[in-house]
């Protein structure tokens, strides 16, 4: 017969899980650090700031979101397909006219909205960025001519397909709408109100295209 031991053999306790749950929504402190960058630019949004404003400690941004440059990458990523989303409806216009009045509409009314901060959350946050926020003014400028390069290829084929008048200059056309639109939002944050903003989009698209 087999002997046993005097002590019993402890059994291994079960792993809990690992880590602590956040305790907060994810999704609504990313809006509300979007509203805070949106207002006050990226410098201007501060972590204490952003912290308050997303109801959580600075460890838990950390942990959910990364530093503030991180923070803002994911931002920018939900501001281009919430609010800023208009930008890819208008590439979808059945012409060049139209891109361009659906371009200039959504910043009119995305820079107006009620409850939400005028302006442009990237140009507000392009305005003043430091040495240390390289990295930020980068990403902006990236930002800022991807939609330039998008309406110069859209452009383009309204040139091929006979939608512009001969001669256009695709390129020059794009430019002058981006910075018509970065002016806009500028504008808009400097409190200029809804209405005026498009009367001059109105009289903009009369001498559609300007060139």
């Keep these: 017969m087999e002997k046993t031991s005097g002590t019993a053999k402890k059994e291994p306790k079960a792993c809990g899980?690992?880590?602590?749950?956040?305790?907060?929504?994810?999704?609504e402190a990313l809006e509300r650090a979007m509203l805070v960058f949106w207002e006050h630019g990226y410098e201007g949004a501060g972590t204490a700031l952003l912290t308050r404003a997303m109801g959580i400690s600075t460890?838990?941004?950390?942990?959910?979101f990364g530093n503030k440059e991180q923070l803002f990458r994911k931002v920018l990523e939900r501001y281009s397909d919430g609010p800023g989303g208009y930008f890819a409806r208008a590439m979808e216009k059945p012409?060049?006219?139209?891109?361009?009045?659906?371009?200039l509409n959504g910043v009119v009314r995305t820079a107006t909205l009620p409850a939400r901060p005028p302006g442009c959350l990237g140009v507000q946050s392009a305005l003043a960025v430091s040495c240390a926020g390289e990295p930020v003014r980068d990403?902006?400028?990236?930002?800022?001519e991807d939609a330039y390069?998008?309406?110069?290829?859209?452009f383009r084929r309204a040139?091929?397909?006979g939608d512009l008048p001969p001669g256009t200059d695709p390129a020059?056309?794009?430019?002058?709408?981006?910075t018509l639109a970065h002016g806009l939002a500028v504008q808009a944050t400097s409190g200029v109100p809804r209405e005026e903003l498009q009367n001059l989009v109105d009289a903009s698209l009369l001498t559609w295209p300007p060139f």
């Design 17 to 27: 899980p690992l880590g602590r749950p956040r305790g907060f929504d994810a999704d």
């Design 59 to 64: 460890t838990s941004m950390y942990a959910a």
């Design 95 to 103: 012409t060049a006219h139209a891109v361009a009045t659906a371009v």
């Design 139 to 144: 990403l902006l400028v990236d930002w800022r």
């Design 149 to 154: 390069a998008q309406l110069r290829d859209r």
């Design 159 to 161: 040139a091929d397909e």
């Design 172 to 178: 020059l056309l794009a430019r002058h709408l981006t």
